[in-house]
């Protein structure tokens, strides 16, 4: 059964950093590219960031761009996004998802998400 | 950047078949994903590629893309399928996923 768990959100004031995990189970992790994709509240969905299976290309939206790092480790089967420099727009719920190596593929697997609140 | 036009809200009584639409710049030529979320809850994919049904999603659920308009249907319409759906395609220019503003389905 696919899994993923995201975790790591809580409350941070505005300019602090906050690191996201999303735990993968279930597939073969190291052949996806893997996202991260916000809602923030009463609102609709919005790309974050995406990395390939090898870490060799990582592209990020241009509301998160040189503030947010996305990661992965394979042998942990696991994805990250570094958080920093964080502003009241940030506020979301953060959802891992993953897409395959097709061309345009869809977003096929999702965590349950993880909230981040920005307020002082 | 591309820009997907989806109307907030639909409105369709049990039984009858709800069409949900997705607008876009020639967008006929691009892969149309589909995503079903319902409250408080992860979304779903339940079309990809215009037309395909991930296994587990009821044959209800179809797909269209034509012109600037791909579509989601739905026939014999549940109080289960009452959620939000978002389409979703890949900007050839940035390389970059786009979501439409999403559609709340309510089954009256």
């Known amino acids: 059964e696919v899994e993923l768990v995201a975790s790591g959100g809580g409350l941070v004031k505005p300019g602090g950093s906050l690191r996201l995990s999303c735990a993968v189970s279930?597939?073969?992790?190291?052949?996806?590219?893997m996202d991260w994709v916000r809602q923030a509240p009463g609102k609709g969905l919005e790309w974050v960031s995406s990395i390939n299976g090898g870490s060799t290309f990582r592209f990020y939206a241009d509301s998160v761009k040189g503030r947010f790092i996305i990661s992965r480790d394979n042998a942990k089967n696991s994805l990250y996004l570094q958080m920093n420099s964080l502003r009241a727009e940030d506020t979301a719920v953060y959802y891992c998802a993953s897409h395959g190596s097709g061309s345009y593929s869809p977003f096929d697997y999702w965590g349950q998400g993880t909230l981040v609140t920005v307020s002082s | 950047s591309y820009v997907l036009t989806q109307p907030p809200s639909v409105s369709v009584a049990p039984g009858q078949t709800a069409s949900l639409t997705c607008g876009g710049n020639n967008i006929g030529g691009k892969n149309v994903h589909w995503y079903q979320q319902r409250p408080g809850q992860a979304p779903v994919l339940v079309i990809y590629?215009?037309?395909d049904r991930p296994s587990g999603i009821p044959e209800r659920f179809s797909g269209s893309n034509s012109g600037n308009t791909a579509t989601l249907t739905i026939s014999r319409v549940e109080a289960g399928d009452e959620a939000d759906y978002y389409c979703?395609?890949?900007?050839?220019?940035?390389?970059?996923?786009?979501f439409g503003g999403g559609s709340k389905l309510t089954v009256l």
């Open positions: 279930g597939f073969s992790f190291s052949s996806y590219n």
């Open positions: 590629y215009d037309r």
């Open positions: 979703q395609v890949w900007d050839n220019s940035s390389d970059h996923p786009v």
